[in-house]
């Protein structure tokens, strides 16, 4: 079963409850796909076993056998390729290749007419796996001055070992890095906080995950500081609210220096367990 | 004219809450919300729509079924899973390169234009509010945040503005790039928790990579006392000011109940670290 977990605004508790669910279980892997800033190293702290350099491939010219006929740069739909014709001598002739706007499809390279390019690899990140007792854990760090997380959280996942129950911490928002880490998910626990801002931007997570087809629960993180929007929105489209956290300055403690809450508060264990069989039964395929 | 953008790296930490209260604090001001997927400035500054535009952004493909042969070569060249085993494109996943579009042998394949989103010039009680919304699972969000610069800096140089105040995005990618380039300041909201303290250093690197003038604000200072002081460590040694820490308080949760800007809801305790802090940035 694959878990992600996601949630619209920032700061609601993702990284929280993905941890923490996957500490409440057997047989799990954790995959961090929040590859702009990850954080749930910082609560498990793995033992890590290995690291590979991401890359994405972008093309390059070989100056020998390019003509300049700019079908390169007509068929990149990202404008990362100007090709300037130049002279016949070829004086002022080059072909420029801007490789932060490159999305890596291959069009260039496969539409050449002369087979001028060729791609090579560049770097935009790292993925380190290894454990943290019996869980396997894997992450993806952005390059620092990187755009493109789509790409590195795709290679994360295909770390995914299916044989274990699969737990996804998904970056915020609700634009591309989050649908690709979502994507094929069967289950989606969004985390919410009971605030205008909470409600609001679940409104648009929930629009995301019908979108995709994806089931949903909520999670109510910090649930008796706000109002009751959040579970009026939620009781009014029939959605399951699987837990309610209340604020506590101890978890919000253990939380700011990295200790997951339910190595101290043990009978969260218990709710994460009994929150798990609940959607592992009951929920799949109950909504969108 | 002085452009000043709030960001956090870690979600959640108090960007818009700060953002709306810096709107109601500056005088001659634009306000701009670049946290398109996830836009909530608009709902302290109660805006009244006065322009709407639609953001039209790339393509996506789409397969004539009465054409297609299924032979099979579009599923080979697309790099982005977006096309199924029974030759329908995923939209959500598909990014456009219409690389499928051009291989089908059959011609089957079509791009299509996407409106990715809807922008807004609106008054509200503050000045002039320009936002977003990206289209439910669209893609471009650097490219979406990058346009409600455009058009703030616009009316700020039309209208003689003092300042173009932008709340950001979370994160260190595509929209976070678009929201700092070439503002004045970056203000860094974090927090004394380790994932704060984590996602501060990388996005501070990301501001100290493009050249921009970095603070950093240390929000609920006092849930961690000791983490704080190492935040202050790591910025002294960074050479970036601290230029407040702010306490813990509901207040901050009531007043977003409220749909008001903090400094409005309440005029004692924190919000008087608020207002210094405005002094000290502005």
New interface residues.
Partial sequence: MIISIA??????GK?TVAVNLALSLNNVQLLDCDV??P?AH??LKPEMHSKKVATIPIPQVDDTLCDYCGKCSE?C??NAIAVFPGDSNRKGSGVLIFPHLC?????CT??CPRKALHEVDKEIGVIEAGICGDMHFVHGK?H??????PPLI?QVKQYMYRSRTVIIDA?????????SSV?GSDICILVT?P???GL??LV?AV??LE??KIPFGVIINRSD???GGVDSFCKSKNIPVLMHIPFD?EI??L????IPFVTEKREYRRKFEDMFEAIGGGMKGTKT | MKQIVVI??????GK?VLTASFASLAVNKVMVDCD???A?LH?LMKPEIRERHEFRS??TARIDRDICQECGECLS?C???AITEDFRVDP??C?????CS??CPAGAIVMEENVSGEWYISETHYGPLVHAR?G????N??KLVAKVRQIAKGIADKEEKDYVIIDG?????????AALSGVDLALIVT??????M??ME??A??SK??GIPTKVVINKYD??QE?SGIIRQICDQSDIEVVARLPFS?VV?ES??R?VPLVEFSKNGITGDVVRLWERIK
């Fill in positions: 949630s619209g605004k920032g700061g609601t990284t702009e800033e954080n910082l609560f068929v739909a990202y999305h890596g499809c291959g069009a496969l539409l952005l620092v001055g990187e755009i493109m997380s795709r970056p915020p928002g609700t634009s591309c890095p989050v649908i994507k906080e605030t205008p801002f609001h931007d648009l629009e995301v979108k995709m500081i706000g109002d300055k919000a403690y939380y700011s220096n990295g | 956090s790296g870690k979600g959640g930490t818009t398109v997927d996830a909530d709902l790339g393509v060249v790099r982005f899973e959500v996943s990014e456009g390169c219409a690389l051009r291989i990206l439910i699972a669209e893609e969000s650097g995005p979370p994160g260190i990618g595509c929209p976070v790039i927090e004394p928790t380790l994932s704060g984590h996602d990388r996005v690197q990301v990579h493009f849930l961690n983490n509901r949760v977003v109940v749909g």
